[in-house]
Each structure stands twice: as structure tokens, then as C-alpha cells.
């Protein structure tokens, strides 16, 4: 399959509910190297998109350096292990406690950044939780305040690198945090759930705007958060335990 038709197939796959991280399909006709298993979809906008709060090179390293890294790891990983091939990321993630740790560590930082792209949008245009899930967010956590608070002290009290994250376990909304690449849909998650928000607490995501800062940066991302994407994940998550 040719680069372009690689990313749009890799693109319509995370447009589609339930097959959000299923492997690149083969190409109609034998291509002449094995196609990658997983493929990295452009940002849902401009590098310099999310200014002032994320700066243009931040985007430009983290998503086509780290995040690139992350797939072409991923890919190797999936080569060496026959087993995985063709499975799902999600079905891989469930259980990843029983497999090689390039797994674990590749598989989550594609997992995670696909997720956490797209759960940013420009400054103003990110819309408000919907009622749902305020309403949620207020019986879990008391106030819209009290939740931010939560998330914030969880990122900022991860040691080292990790992610930060509202999840919903199934009857509640929880604020857990994860090291490394780990993440909620792991098979030994201390706290597992459905992401409905995420941010990325690693250096590489802050550190030439904000360096060791990462209480700034904490507090600055609300104004890229994408609500909309929230909403839309927790509905669906919600609409799954039904
Ligand atoms: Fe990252």
C-alpha cells in the first residue's frame, strides 16, 4: 500500500467506533515489503495549532519523532511476536503483562498519543463537557473544580514520565495516573476504565516552553482540552456498559 493510502486507511480506522486501533487491512494486490501493522495518522491540525500553550516544535518533535517511534517499535515488536499479528491494539493491551516489554511500552505510546491528539484542539474551540458529563464529574468529584484539582495533582505527582487520566470504570468516573506508556486498558492496571481524558506528563510533552515546570504546563492545557472528544468518548464508554 502506497504512504498516502496507508495513512488514509490508518485514519478511517480511528474515525470508526470499535475498530479504533485494528492493524492497517492488507493491500488488495501483494506489495513488494510486508505492510507495517500500524501506521501513524497526521495531527488533526496544524503543528502550530494549539499556540501559545504548546509550541510549534514541541508538536513537531513529539508527534513525528516520539509518537513515529513509538509505531516503528510497535511494528518491529509485531514482526518478532507471530502471535500478535493481526490483533488489535486494544486486544494486545489486555494483555500485555504476559508479553515482551517493547510491547507494552510501544503499544501504549501509540495508544496514548492517538488518543491524546486528539483530545486537544485549538485554544476557544474545544466546546464544554457536555451534561452528561458534568453531571458525572460533579457526583464523582463534587465540582468541575475539585475534578481539575484531582487530574492536576495526579500528573504532577507521577514520578518521572506518565500519563494522567479520567476513566470510566463501569459505575464511576475515576482520575488515575500510569507510568511510562502505560495506560487504563492494560491487563494489570491498577485502576482500569475507559479513557475519557488523558495528558501526557513526559518531559518531551513541556519542557523547551515550560522546562521543569510541569505545574504550569498542568495548568495551562485546560485551554487546549477538547471537550468535544471527551464527551464523545464518555458516551461511548457509558453507552457500553448498557
Ligand atoms: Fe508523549
Redesign the pocket.
Known amino acids: 500500500m502506497s504512504s498516502p493510502a496507508r495513512l488514509a486507511a490508518a485514519a478511517l480506522a480511528l474515525a470508526l467506533p470499535g475498530a479504533a486501533f485494528a492493524q492497517t487491512p492488507p493491500a488488495a494486490s501483494a506489495p513488494a515489503a510486508p505492510a507495517e501493522a500500524f501506521a501513524l495518522a497526521p495531527l488533526p491540525y496544524a503543528y502550530e495549532a494549539l499556540e501559545p500553550v504548546i509550541d510549534a516544535q514541541t508538536m513537531r518533535i ?1 508527534h513525528g519523532k ?1 509518537h513515529q517511534g513509538y509505531v516503528n517499535n510497535l511494528n518491529a515488536a509485531v514482526k518478532a511476536t507471530p502471535a500478535l499479528q493481526g490483533k488489535s491494539l486494544e486486544a494486545i493491551l489486555a494483555e500485555v503483562q504476559n508479553l515482551p516489554p517493547a510491547v507494552r511500552n510501544n503499544g501504549g505510546g501509540h495508544y496514548n ?1 492517538t488518543l491524546f491528539w486528539k483530545l486537544m484542539a485549538p485554544p476557544g474551540t474545544g466546546g464544554q463537557p457536555s451534561a452528561a458529563l458534568e453531571a458525572q464529574i460533579r457526583k464523582d468529584f463534587g465540582s468541575m473544580d475539585a475534578f481539575k484539582e484531582a487530574f492536576q495533582a495526579a500528573g504532577a505527582q507521577r514520578f518521572g514520565s506518565g500519563w494522567a487520566w479520567l476513566v470510566w470504570t463501569g459505575d464511576r468516573l475515576a482520575v488515575t495516573s500510569t507510568p511510562n506508556q502505560d495506560n487504563p486498558l492494560m491487563g494489570d492496571a491498577p485502576v482500569k476504565g475507559a479513557p475519557v481524558i488523558a495528558n ?1 506528563v ?1 518531559e ?2 513541556y519542557y523547551l516552553k515550560h522546562q521543569n515546570n510541569r505545574g504550569a504546563y498542568l495548568s495551562g492545557w485546560w485551554a487546549v482540552l477538547n471537550w468535544n472528544e471527551a464527551n464523545r468518548l464518555f458516551d461511548a464508554a457509558t453507552r457500553k456498559g448498557k
Request: aromatic share 14%; charged share 15%; hydrophobic share 30%.
Open positions: 513529539h516520539h498519543h501526557d513526559w518531551h510533552a
